[in-house]
């Protein structure tokens, strides 16, 4: 995963996901009872919860021509912040990231905000924020329109 800026993967890139797939588990880094991860409506809570999620969710459905590219990132005791460039072809089902909704072939690049928070120097949270409207776009997918009444 190295990109233009970047320079080398990010933390919360492919590679970092498959080398921690092919050691049987997501390491002692995420071993916390609260540990949360959570992309969108999907994720999980919990060590077991999180685990499966990436298992089953996340690292089997990756694009193939998956690339992330680093803007910028912002450590401090509590959290790590970073802005990533993520750009693929939708060619899979993504679960994680677009349940339901079917390949369609189309490049996509967008804006990625991903925040780690850290307790006693283990990983306790990961919350992944997508630029889902210009996703959709790029994708040529339909948004649910809100059936809420207006105020």
Known sequence: MTGERGGDETPFGKNLLVRRQGTGGMGRSVEVTTAIAQFMRTGGTGHQAVERFYADQVLPYLPADLTLTRISRTVDRWRLVEETTVSFTHDRE?????????????RAEVLVIAVAGFHRM????????????????QLGITAPVATAPAR
């Open 94 to 106: 993504l679960p994680w990231l677009l349940p339901g909704v079917e390949p369609t072939f189309r």
């Open 122 to 137: 283990k990983i306790r949270s990961v919350r992944v924020l997508w630029d889902y409207a210009t996703l959709l776009a």
